[in-house]
């Protein structure tokens, strides 16, 4: 199958001893003091509370974690002024020192560990708030409420369309031109078809072609799997390509908040970045997580390829 994508998955095992607790995954988005932040565990709902990964969360406001030798269920998270401790599964948190009851128990997901978010804000004094209509909570200031939300963290998987969407049900939703339709069959799985709608139009100001992904062992019933966003434009200079790439992803970043990863060349002065992209020996890779799917914007330029190609692929994590 020529155009199927290779996707990436990224998996980051946090610490947590109890035996994993299932949950429902949300599509909340957490902001703090009216900016999204990026957390590599989505969010859960349990028993109608809002559940966070809790270290990463709180690192991202200078605290620090250790696990108890003595008693490996016991969680310290502190920094200059605060202490936090808990024991994972107890319903109790102490807050230097001071006792308080949530909710719901803390809890171990996938090797993360999870606390509801109020009890989160009520340990380190910040205010809280949420909105279940829209999926959004929040630690210290409130986001805007003119605040620009991507369609992406909005309940959306692919602009206006969700995963396992038929071919139909993605035309009605598409609002942009359509300029190809293809449906082969995969290269490697003689049962396997793939269908690929070319749709024209920008992203952040950039020209750009949305494709849909789609399989299904019945040609006539392909359902939506994966997303591309090509950037088309072509360069002579290979400094454009680099000097594009750091621009469109500064723009993620205000939507999604900081990259979870990312690939550099190691070793390489970036005055010889173009060079290395003119010979194919360059590769930029920025990796977000959105809402339940994973974005990754790449810039590569295969050997024989007369130009680079810029794209950001998106999947479900």
Do not use: C
């Amino acid at each position: 199958m020529k155009r199927l994508l290779t996707l990436l998955l990224i998996f980051v095992v946090y610490f947590g001893t109890i035996p994993t607790i299932h949950a429902n995954p949300s599509n909340y988005r957490i902001f703090l003091d009216g900016k999204i932040v990026t957390l590599q565990s989505t969010p859960r709902i349990e028993s109608n509370t809002l559940m966070v990964p809790a270290v990463p969360l709180l690192k991202k406001l200078g605290y620090t974690a250790a696990v108890d030798p003595d008693i490996p269920d016991r969680v310290k998270i502190s920094n200059s002024n605060n202490s936090i401790t808990f024991v994972m599964g107890a319903k109790n948190i102490y807050i230097n020192g001071k006792e308080i009851r949530m909710p719901i128990s803390s809890k171990s997901y996938n090797g993360v560990t999870y606390l509801p978010l109020r009890a989160i804000s009520q340990a380190i004094g910040r205010p809280f708030g949420s909105n279940p209509t829209e999926q959004y909570a929040w630690i210290g200031v409130a986001p805007t409420k003119n605040q620009k939300i991507p369609p992406e963290l909005q309940g959306k998987d692919f602009r206006n369309a969700v995963w396992g969407m038929t071919v139909q049900q993605i035309k009605r939703s598409e609002t942009l031109p359509l300029v190809n339709t293809v449906t082969e069959l995969d290269d490697y799985d003689s049962n396997m078809y793939y269908t690929y709608l070319d749709y024209k139009g920008e992203y952040n100001g950039y020209k750009a072609v949305y494709t849909y992904i789609l399989s299904g062992k019945n040609k006539n019933s392909t359902k939506l799997i994966d997303g591309q966003i090509l950037f088309p434009e072509k360069f002579s200079n290979m400094q454009n390509y680099i000097d594009r790439f750091f621009k469109i992803s500064s723009k993620m970043q205000l939507a999604y908040g900081a990259p979870v990863n990312t690939e550099r060349p190691r070793g390489r002065d970036r005055s010889k970045w173009a060079e290395d992209l003119s010979l194919g020996n360059l590769s930029l890779t920025d990796y977000y997580n959105v809402g339940r799917n994973s974005y990754y914007i790449r810039l590569y330029k295969s050997m024989h390829a007369e130009y680079p190609q810029l794209d950001i692929l998106v999947s479900q994590r």
